[in-house]
């Protein structure tokens, strides 16, 4: 849960979004195993495929494309026709990259999600129908076919003197575009044992794990390798039926842990904080320094009735440069966020004083979590 405090400015400063933990000091609900970790050889596999997108409505290729009078002559030619592709000029076909996701244990004749993206200098993909095409894996075999109406999640219109464009018109998706031709042979158990792959590497959730497992199974099953693998034994009794096994293994509850990390996004002005991050005793000084330019036109012009001079115009210009009071505010050591929050907001920062306070925190040695800015 996120709780955003927006609404507050300091001294010209923009609006500052602070958004974090649940403000209570270093609780933390359990979670099931199912959430922190995955199983190894559980995984979904990479497909992908080079075709052709048909039917657009003049928003295809143009003929600096040349792999796609190249691909066009190909497909015409397995069907029996001969074209030179230098005397093809279509711009109602596109060359498309196909990308795919092949699930684990996916079954032959199951339907996935297909997603294509423009190679060449088509303008759009809005409108075209996808060719028959072959995805393959890594090792070069052939394991899904793709086919369909393609759904473009934006649009382009141009002329001479107009662009205009809305999201990205040359990337679309074909759900259940394509069909699994072969399965990818995977496994789950080895060697009577399964291995527990933790999405946040840690040695204190790694322990908690062991510890919650051997408890609930009444018996010595799991060890840990490393911070980031648990490798559970499979009793005599579920070898068996290793599925029902693994069900139960997901369904226990650990609290796990982790370090405390500060986030910074300059761009959305955003601060996400953990719940388990605090601060040493320190004191921040923090002040603006505005400096203004004014310029001001006056006019000049000789006396009535005078016979010579001109009227100018001359131009008065001024500095002002004006310091803020610099404030500095003693940041006691504090144990929740709640607190270090409020600390922060005192001193009226912007999201970009927070990157150089924070920063500034961390070389001095008083923010107890790492820093990542984006």
């Given at each position: 849960m996120y709780l955003k405090t927006s609404n507050f400015v300091a001294r010209g400063a923009v609006p500052m979004i602070i958004a974090f933990?649940?403000?209570?000091?270093?609780?933390?609900?359990?979670?099931?195993?199912?959430?922190?970790?995955?199983?190894?050889?559980?995984?979904?596999?990479?497909?992908?495929?080079?075709?052709?997108?048909?039917?657009?409505?003049?928003?295809?290729?143009?003929?600096?494309?040349?792999?796609?009078?190249?691909?066009?002559?190909?497909?015409?030619?397995?069907?029996?026709?001969?074209?030179d592709p230098r005397q093809m000029d279509v711009t109602n076909v596109a060359v498309v990259m196909i990308t795919a996701e092949l699930p684990p244990f996916a079954a032959v004749g199951?339907?996935?999600?297909?997603?294509?993206?423009?190679?060449?200098?088509?303008?759009?993909?809005?409108?075209?129908?996808?060719?028959?095409?072959?995805?393959?894996?890594?090792?070069?075999k052939v394991y899904a076919m793709a086919q369909g109406k393609v759904t473009a999640g934006g649009f382009?219109?141009?002329?001479?003197?107009?662009?205009?464009?809305?999201?990205?018109?040359?990337?679309?998706?074909?759900?259940?575009?394509?069909?699994?031709?072969?399965?990818?042979?995977?496994?789950?158990?080895t060697d009577?044992?399964?291995?527990?792959l933790l999405k946040e590497p840690d040695f204190t959730t790694s322990k908690r794990i062991v510890d919650a497992i051997n408890a609930a199974m009444q018996g010595e099953l799991a060890r840990a390798i490393n911070p980031s693998q648990v490798q559970v034994q499979i009793p005599a009794a579920s070898q068996e039926a290793p599925v029902s096994f693994v069900s139960q293994l997901e369904a226990i509850d650990v609290t796990a842990d982790g370090r405390a990390r500060v986030v910074i996004s300059e761009a959305t002005g955003t601060v996400v904080v953990g719940g388990?991050?605090?601060?040493?005793?320190?004191?921040?000084?923090?002040?603006?320094?505005?400096?203004?330019?004014?310029?001001?036109l006056g006019v000049s012009q000789p006396p009535p009735l005078s016979s010579?001079?001109?009227?100018?115009?001359?131009?008065?210009?001024?500095?002002?440069?004006?310091?803020?009071?610099?404030e500095v505010i003693a940041v006691p050591q504090t144990t929740t966020v709640d607190e270090m929050v409020r600390a922060l907001n005192?001193?009226?920062?912007?999201?970009?004083?927070?990157?150089?306070?924070?920063?500034?925190?961390k070389k001095a040695g008083a923010l107890n979590a790492d820093l990542v800015v984006m």
């Open positions: 933990g649940a403000l209570i000091p270093h609780s933390a609900e359990a979670a099931r195993i199912k959430d922190l970790v995955e199983i190894r050889g559980v995984r979904s596999n990479i497909l992908t495929g080079i075709g052709l997108v048909t039917g657009l409505p003049g928003t295809g290729d143009t003929r600096r494309t040349i792999v796609t009078n190249q691909a066009i002559s190909s497909m015409l030619l397995r069907m029996g026709i001969t074209i199951e339907r996935i999600d297909i997603t294509v993206s423009a190679l060449g200098d088509a303008r759009s993909l809005a409108g075209g129908t996808l060719v028959a095409s072959q995805l393959k894996g890594p090792d070069g382009g219109v141009s002329n001479n003197q107009l662009n205009l464009r809305r999201n990205t018109p040359t990337t679309a998706r074909i759900p259940d575009g394509g069909w699994v031709e072969q399965p990818v042979p995977s496994s789950f158990v009577n044992a399964v291995v527990l388990n991050v605090t601060l040493s005793a320190a004191a921040v000084a923090h002040g603006n320094l505005n400096i203004a330019v004014i310029s001001q010579a001079g001109q009227t100018v115009v001359v131009p008065n210009i001024g500095v002002t440069v004006k310091e803020d009071e610099s005192a001193l009226g920062a912007s999201p970009r004083d927070l990157m150089s306070i924070f920063q500034a925190l």
